[in-house]
């Protein structure tokens, strides 16, 4: 993808005008907040002096409304730009990760990928009004300085002289906190830890009526977690203590000078406000340290949503299927992971209307062979062809309507049964959904659901079996020449699995080509040939008991027996 | 639930009345900051420099910059006293978190205790040092402005009243508008939670466009939700323009009238130097502090204790339900079946001194009250000493049973005893131990693990006693020892189960349900372990199968498979029971004799007429192995379907 290469946004976002409207509103209101104080003193003066001050009165009053209007509309513009621009990037993202597909899981992580989409886009997305905020954000603490030069240098040096005392001990807060920081989240982490435990043996728990002794007994370094949280507040305390102190007093510092220089006459009374309100201004060099850090975050979760943008995602032909049985040919197809050759020069032919079983010991590449013939992943080296036809040479629609696909975990995206099992380019009907249900034995239990298939699948309780039939009903509705079983029928019990894999290979439901990766012999046995994989190669082909009198082949199936 | 929330909020203030109390205290020397803001401002102009004074100018500036100095100490102390109250809500909320995570077994819980109970503690900080701050700054403010004028009052405080009333009008729809961003957001984040792990399923089902679509609608409620909220926001900057900015505006306007009424030219920069420097900044601190974070803290708790308190009976146990059954947990029906426990019974009635281990009678249960009964009318009585195993297939409700004579759900109807004590209830519950599939194997000594189900250390010895029986032994010894600690991660499931079924063996229980405890064992190791609970003297066992063996085995067999449910000896149901035969058959071709199995002239193959599509159906292998040609009619290969 080449746009996925490109920056991700420009430095204005994907609402420029709105980051540049932003920018000219954020700093006429900083001008506007300069411009008041002198304003200010000057209407003062003239009060003071019983002079006619109504214009300047208004003046004020004005600027003081002015400023009231700016604030409200970067208040708006502020929220909406940052909600704009963090939409703009889930959406793009969101488009891009379903593009890449499995690879984008694989490559960061299901869990780090939605960090990055819902955390790393919100804060990325607060770049363009950082951006637009930083002049402001400059220009107060530097025109609050000048302020105060103009008004006369004395002012401008005292504050100066302050400054570096001021940065020396803003910088102690961040020093001090990172230790006490880390003890707590390792306390935290422990009682995470023991409760991840418990959670998961939750029923023996409840079984042994132990639940108050083992929550104790997670809690335990609770008193160890509080002091560190405590010790946290005392370090920011302090350091919070010495930073609230500095700005007050330079500020104090300032309205002493201009003190004494009014005492002398070289400044009025409206000089002397002004110059205390200069010197909060220029003391505001807290906010642009905050804005540059808010930037600084920003800028490093772009850069992780880069790293999504940058893997690149499988492009489609232009080619469709003819009409054909479903034949399977892998040629010479070798895909490693991680240097490791998981399938080395896999040649197969998988007639069509046939069932090929694929087994080998764990390990032995049958995942990566089934996503391989479905496309899931692309070879490193050697070709996948369809009724003669190259996979990648497929449109996306031609490529996915001919090839099914069920998994031994399959995943369920949270929306109803009916849903779940309709998950496909275009949504089957419910007809064709209920009769996939039937065939892969889920309409028994669905039916027994609060509300049937219209039950949300969070709502419903499920176990791997039930899930594993749910996913199974999603392949069979979903159809094709070709249907992959990537070990879907590891939590059935074997009367279910025998009743599921017979009417598949019957060809009754399903007359395409099947591939099943199977750990189970009666599997094996079923399957027109089998295919035994080891150490990422065909080590042979042939019917389960031509292969039996294998020892080696028998011993894949060792410890397989269970039910 | 708000009002819950709040009043709850309440009673824990009050119950730490001298935090509060210490929190006012040290909160008073920013008071006395803020005074001087003003005061000394006020009296230095007027007094010193303005009087030609430098000297006592100075010294009104100095004493503000003391005040300065010890409102710094007193924020420290401000942050200790705040750390009194979060982190005891921090704690409080952590051990509700846990005690609920271990009692539901909710993995949602853990998010819980590492993300909402920081955002929880963060913002309750957060929320008490902006109010207090705004509170006492006010007050200080208020004070210094009545002390340089009481006039000066009369023109600052109506506009500050009415931008603090205007903000506390719009506190709520403006809490409603976060909280619905909230929830947009979290819904986006629970869409993109599902979505991120179900890419492959998403793209083997070419769905690509419908998910970015599904997934769109959610970015975008999100976005529409916080562009309301960014527009609901301009009621803020009204309340903050209306108490903090106008005063300035009045002040000046009416700067010759207070002039006239005695108001000195000091008094007035005093007045403008509260506006300006405390209260407009107090006050954009509370109204931006108390909008955003208040609702979030109130979203946040109602989540926490809402979670903590409505355990929704039913939810529960499905849930638990559907976790403990490894096939499948739900709904699977079983018809009456009258006839289950005659013989148990008859037992009963021959020695009617000694009661049954566990009898059931007429037990129907179900997971709602609409829901079809996973278990219907059962009667079943075990006597002591006896050894149950419970077949089916999945789903039809054998953890269920387990459940059920562990008390842990109840029945809707009919009644559960062990030796005569009903279940659920206390003398029951010690006359029981159950083990799950999931082994419970926590960070901590091996002896910490073993002992759990006992209220005092084991012995030594019989904890070695227990490890050889069980067939623990090498693996403890491996470990370490007893005393050695063990890393549950680091485990096999196999070495999980083991350590929790020795754990159960050392619970004195004499009924043992083994609900496929040892289903990552080995057909060997599983052997011993069943063994070790049946040869206990006097010791009761029920297993839950997950291998045929186990029921050959036992001395009785309960076959679970709703309207065909049966019960009596291995040998007995081959002859009766269709599906015992069916599940022995499924499970016989264990690789050693598949042409056995195969071959089996009595199998009865729960699938009918399983021919193979078989027309010439060849698979040609290019591989090392050469070609491998297998076209061949299967039909005429016969038995593979079972046509014999």
Known sequence: MTEATRTLTGPLGPAPVRTLALCLVSTAATGAGLLLPAALGHTLDLLLTRAPATRWVLYCAGIVLLLALLDACETVLHGTLDARTTAWLRRRLTRHVLAVGPRAAARFGPGDLVARLVGNAAQAGTAPTGRAAL????????????????????????????????????????????????????????????????????????????????????????????????????????AAGRSVAVAPLLQLGVVAVAGVLLARHRLTVGEVLAASRYAVLATGVGVLVGQLAGLARARAATERLHEVLAEPAPGYGERGLPPGPGRLELRGVTARRGGRA???????????????????????????LAAVAGRLAEPDAGEVRLDGVPLRDLTHDALRRAVGHAFERPALLGGTVEEEIGLALSSPSPARVREASRTAHADDFVRRLPQGYATPVSAAPRSGGESQRLGLARAFAHGGRLLILDDALSSLDTVTEARITAALVNGGRHDGTRLLIAHRATTAARADAVAWLDGGRVRAVGRHEELWGIPEYRAVFAGEERA | MTEGVHRRGLRFLRDRWRVVLRLGGWSVLETGQTFLTGFALARGLDAGFLAG????????????????????????????????????????????????????????????????????????????????????????????????????????????????????VTLRPLARRQEAFLAADEALADRLGAVCPGLRDITAAGAEERVAAGTRTCVDAEQRAADALARWGVLRVVSLALGGRLPIVLLLACAPWLLDHGVTAGALVGALAYVTQSLLPALHNLVHGLGTSGSRLVVVLQRLMREATCGAEAETVARTEAEAETGAGGWAGAKPQREAGAEGRAEDEREPSNPPALSLTSVTFAYGPCATPVIDDLDLTLPPGAHLAVVGPSGIGKSTLAALVAGMVEPRSGTVRLRGHPVPGPEAAALRVLIPQEAYVFTGTLAENLGLLRQTPVPEAELL??????????????????????????????????????????????????????????????????????????????????????????????????????YGTHDELLRRSPTYR???????????????????????????????????????????????????????????????
């Open chain 1, 342 to 368: 998981v399938l080395d020069g896999v040649d197969l032919v998988v007639p069509g209307g046939t069932t090929l079983a694929v087994v080998g010991r764990s390990g032995a590449g049958k995942s990566l």
């Open chain 1, 135 to 238: 002049l402001a954000a400059l220009a107060g603490p530097v025109g609050g300085i000048v302020a105060l030069a103009l008004i006369d240098p004395w002012l401008a040096a005292v504050l100066l002289a302050g400054a570096p005392v001021l940065a020396l001990l803003l910088r102690a807060l961040a020093r001090d906190t990172r230790d006490c920081v880390a003890r707590y989240q390792k306390a935290q982490g422990r009682i995470a830890q023991a409760l991840s435990e418990a959670v998961r043996g939750h029923r023996t728990i409840e079984a042994a009526g132990a639940a108050d002794r083992e929550t104790a007994r997670i809690l335990r370094p609770l008193p160890e977690l509080s002091e560190a949280g405590h010790r946290m507040w005392r370090v920011q305390g302090r």
């Open chain 2, 465 to 566: 006693g227990a490890a050889e029986a069980v067939g623990l032994l090498p693996l403890l010894e491996a470990l370490g020892g007893p005393t050695a600690t063990i890393d549950p991660a680091a485990l096999s499931a196999g070495e999980r189960q083991l350590i929790a079924l020795t754990r159960a063996y050392l619970s004195r229980a004499p009924l043992a349900l083994l609900d496929e405890a040892t289903c990552h064992l080995d057909a060997r190791a599983e052997q011993r372990a069943e063994r070790a609970f049946a040869d206990r003297p006097g010791g009761t066992l029920v297993v839950v199968a997950h291998r045929i063996g186990s029921a050959r085995r036992a001395d009785r067999v309960l076959v679970m498979d709703g309207p065909h449910t049966a």
């Open chain 2, 53 to 168: 004074r430098i000297g006592t100018g100075l010294a009104w500036l100095g004493v503000a910059g003391l005040a300065v100095l010890v409102a710094a100490y007193g924020t420290v102390r401000v942050y200790d006293a705040v750390a009194a109250l979060a982190e005891p809500l921090r704690d409080r909320l952590v051990t509700r978190v846990v005690s609920r995570g271990v009692r539901e077994g909710d993995a949602g819980s853990l998010s819980g205790l590492t993300q909402q109970v920081e955002i929880a503690r963060d913002t309750f900080a957060g929320l008490v040092m902006v109010s207090r701050s705004f509170v006492f700054t006010a007050v200080g403010a208020v004070v210094g402005l009545a002390s340089l004028h009481p006039l000066l009052l009369l023109v600052v405080g109506p506009p500050l009243a009415a931008g603090l009333g205007l903000f506390t």
């Open chain 2, 582 to 644: 069916d599940l022995v058959g499924g499970w016989t071709p264990a690789p050693s004799q598949p042409a056995l199995a195969l071959r089996d002239p009595d199998r009865v193959d729960a699938v009918a007429g399983t021919g193979l599509a078989g027309d010439g159906g060849h698979v040609v292998a290019h591989g090392p192995v050469g070609q491998v040609q297998a076209p061949r009619d299967l039909r005429h290969r016969g038995s593979l379907g079972g046509e014999g």
